[in-house]
Each structure stands twice: as C-alpha cells, then as structure tokens.
C-alpha cells in the first residue's frame, strides 16, 4: 500500500557502475552522472570502491559532502532500519553495488525491498547487466531462462546440482544462468566439463563490457578441446540443450 505522503518523500535511485575498470562513461548514460552529481547520500557496499567510482564519474564533486552508507555482511539489522531515514525526511539518494546493477546477487535487494513498505518511490538507472549481457550474446533461450547464482562449495553438492540444473534445462528448454567468485571460476569451469554431457550448450562470458573481453557458446565436447584461461577472471555460466 502506498504511503499517502509518498509525495514529500526522497526518491531511492538504483545507480548502476561499471563492471570493472574502464571508464564510466563508456557504458553509463550521462543520467546515472547528473543523478550523482545532484546527490549525497549514498548506500553503498565498500566505501573505497563507492569513493573511486563518485570521482571517476564526477570528478568535480566535493567528497567531503557525501554521505555514505555501508550496506554488506558487517552491517547490522539496527543500522539498515536507519538507512532510508534520509528518504523519510524528504531527501532523495542513491544506491549502488561495487559492480553492476544493484539489487540483483547484490545486497541492496534488502534495502529496495524496505523502500517499498515505506511508499519511497524506487527509480533504477540504465546500466550494464553481466547477466542480461551475457545471456544476449549466448545465442540461448532469452524468453525461459532462469538465474541461479552461486552453486554450491562442498564438491558433491556442487556436482548434483549441476545435474539437476541441466536435467532442468533439458526438460523445461530453459537456459541456466550461474555466477562465481573470480578465483572460483576456472574450477567451476572444470566441473562443467566433467558432469555435463558432451552435447550439452555451454556459454562462457567473461570479463564483460571490458577490453579482455571473452564470450564463447560450445558445445561441453567442443569445450574440451579449448583451454580458455579464466583464472581469477569474473564470468556468467550458461548451460542450455544441445545444438
């Protein structure tokens, strides 16, 4: 239910960043930098990479005016309550993750989710989706597709997973979306390999949006005659029927 007052309240704008080092501006609208050139209250995940990304976007800004909210595994559920209080009294702010769009495998879902409840009108920006991203250049199913992010460590759940997963996509002729942690990814590719069956799609996209660049879909036979180097490198995973 809206909040009658939604009015007078601050908006909660979802800033999208870059999803690595390259400038802002060659994958950012110029509307994600007039909305943090207008601004100063910002939730945030790592203070050090927020800071960086405010300079490199708007090097003009006084950064000792700008407020910041750290939104990650140390804060506390009492400091999340207070988070929106900006919004409440009137002031619009912005939030956004270290890389990508916010709010999705992202911790600021949990502040979206609240901003809601209150009646804070809630206004994502255009900006780079490593998933979108990579699911366009796959060549796989863009209209049935499902996101599963991270599989599990323990090495046999991960590999009954991964089977259940493709039986999924086998039956359902839906594509399977996965992430990784970077120094995770050349493992995870490696188990790929070994459970999936050999007609089996898979589409490896790395280094999204960057100059390093790496977007192949193979077949998990055809995969194993290439060495792709993914080490340490952030990737989406893709896996789909076969040819």
């Known amino acids: 239910m809206m909040n009658e007052n ?7 704008y979802l800033i999208p960043t870059p999803l690595g080092d390259n400038s802002p501006l060659e994958v950012l609208p110029l509307s994600v930098k ?10 945030i995940e790592n203070e050090k990479a927020a800071r960086q990304f405010i300079k490199r976007i708007t090097p003009n800004k006084n950064q000792n005016k700008i407020t910041l909210y750290p939104l990650n595994k140390y804060t ?3 400091e999340m309550e207070t988070y929106l209080d900006t919004c409440k009294s009137g002031i619009s702010m912005g939030l956004f993750s270290d890389a990508g769009c916010p709010g999705v495998a992202d911790p600021g879902a949990v502040i979206v ?13 255009t900006g780079p989706s490593s998933l979108l991203l990579a699911l366009m250049a796959s060549g796989m199913n863009g209209q049935n597709f499902a996101f599963n992010g991270y599989l599990p460590i323990e090495q046999r759940q991960r590999n009954q997973s991964i089977s259940k997963f493709e039986k999924k996509a086998f039956r359902e002729e839906q594509a399977q979306l996965f992430i990784e942690t970077p120094y995770r990814s050349e493992s995870l590719f490696k188990d790929f390999l070994k459970i999936l069956d ?6 490896v996209a790395c ?3 960057l100059s390093t660049e790496y977007i192949l879909t193979l077949s998990v036979k055809q995969w194993k005659k290439v060495k792709p180097n993914l080490n340490k490198r952030p ?4 896996i789909e029927g076969s040819f």
């Open 6 to 12: 939604s009015t007078s309240l601050g908006v909660l």
């Open 34 to 43: 007039k909305i943090v050139e207008e601004h100063t209250h910002f939730i």
């Open 76 to 78: 506390t559920q009492e």
């Open 113 to 125: 989710s609240k901003a809601h409840r209150l009646g804070i009108t809630v206004k994502p920006l």
């Open 198 to 203: 050999p007609n089996t799609r898979l589409c």
């Open 207 to 209: 280094d999204i949006s």
């Open 235 to 238: 990737c989406v995973f893709i």
